[in-house]
């Protein structure tokens, strides 16, 4: 049973459902949460990429991209795309999927909260300022530095052999703590095409109360925006050779 396209499934799921999740504490009316703000979001979708990464090992994915723009822009990096089709997809569909679970665990939350655009925000992002070459800009810049440091990380001059290869789960998920708190706060750091689309596919589909519509006129900056910048960040490990 355990494969990569599995663990890159059940990773993506695990991360959305924590890290929607989190979101979904902090805006949804009566949850115990409820006005975290900004540091309770940002330290929970730490957490649930750790725990996604983890997840994905465990079933089958030592990559554990749970990202397409991680997959392409690896893809780039070592001129091999074949995974980048079926990793995109398991990494969909898990998004989709824990998606759907924050929705069942929040069951009687969604009633008990007025504003459709709280709720939508539980499942995908969108910008402080609506302003679509600044936000297609930040999540450029916000991907470019996840994939570039992520690369250093994962790299044989950093902390890719010996015991100290153990560190990398940690300090990816320490990495994506710190660009939702310095970069964060323009459009919500999508910086993962799956994260944004699976979950604004799920608010779509879902009866969710009292809903508003899904914004899919924004829903192409947080797919472009990642994919432009992974690529323009594998390109600059391979000729780093890194």
Same mark, same amino acid.
């Given at each position: 049973m355990r494969s990569p396209f599995f663990g890159e499934f059940m990773g993506t799921l695990i991360m959305i459902l924590l890290g929607d999740g989190v979101v979904a504490g902090v805006l949804l009316k009566r949850s115990k949460?409820?006005? /975290?703000?900004?540091?309770?979001?940002?330290?929970?979708?730490?957490?649930?990429?750790?725990? /996604?990464?983890?997840?994905?090992?465990?079933?089958?994915?030592?990559?554990?991209?749970?990202?397409?723009?991680?997959?392409?822009?690896?893809?780039?990096k070592n001129q091999d795309f074949t995974k980048l089709l079926p990793f995109a997809t398991a990494q969909l569909t898990g998004a989709f999927t824990g998606a759907v679970l924050v929705w069942v665990h929040y069951g009687p939350?969604?009633?008990?909260?007025?504003?459709?655009?709280?709720?939508? *925000?539980?499942?995908?992002t969108s910008p402080g300022i609506r302003k679509p070459i600044a936000n297609l800009a930040s999540?450029?810049?916000?991907?470019a530095v996840l994939v570039l440091a992520a690369g250093a990380i994962s790299s044989k001059l950093v902390l890719s052999t010996g015991a100290a290869a153990g560190l990398t789960p940690y300090l990816v998920s320490c990495l994506v703590w710190g660009i939702g708190l310095s970069l964060g706060g323009t459009t919500g750091y999508a910086i993962n095409p799956a994260r944004d689309l699976g979950p604004r596919l799920a608010h779509y589909v879902l009866?969710?109360? /009292?809903?508003?519509?899904?914004?899919? /006129?924004? *829903?192409?900056?947080?797919?472009?925006?990642?994919?432009?910048?992974?690529?323009?960040a594998g390109l600059f490990l391979r000729v780093l050779g890194a």
């Open positions: 949460s409820q006005n /975290g703000g900004w540091m309770v979001i940002t330290t929970g979708w730490a957490f649930a990429v750790l725990a /996604g990464i983890f997840t994905a090992v465990l079933c089958g994915s030592v990559d554990a991209h749970l990202n397409p723009a991680i997959t392409l822009a690896f893809a780039i939350h969604w009633k008990e909260t007025p504003d459709a655009d709280l709720k939508r *925000a539980v499942f995908c999540e450029v810049i916000a991907t009866p969710i109360a /009292g809903k508003a519509n899904s914004d899919w /006129g924004y *829903a192409a900056i947080p797919i472009l925006g990642p994919a432009i910048g992974a690529a323009l």
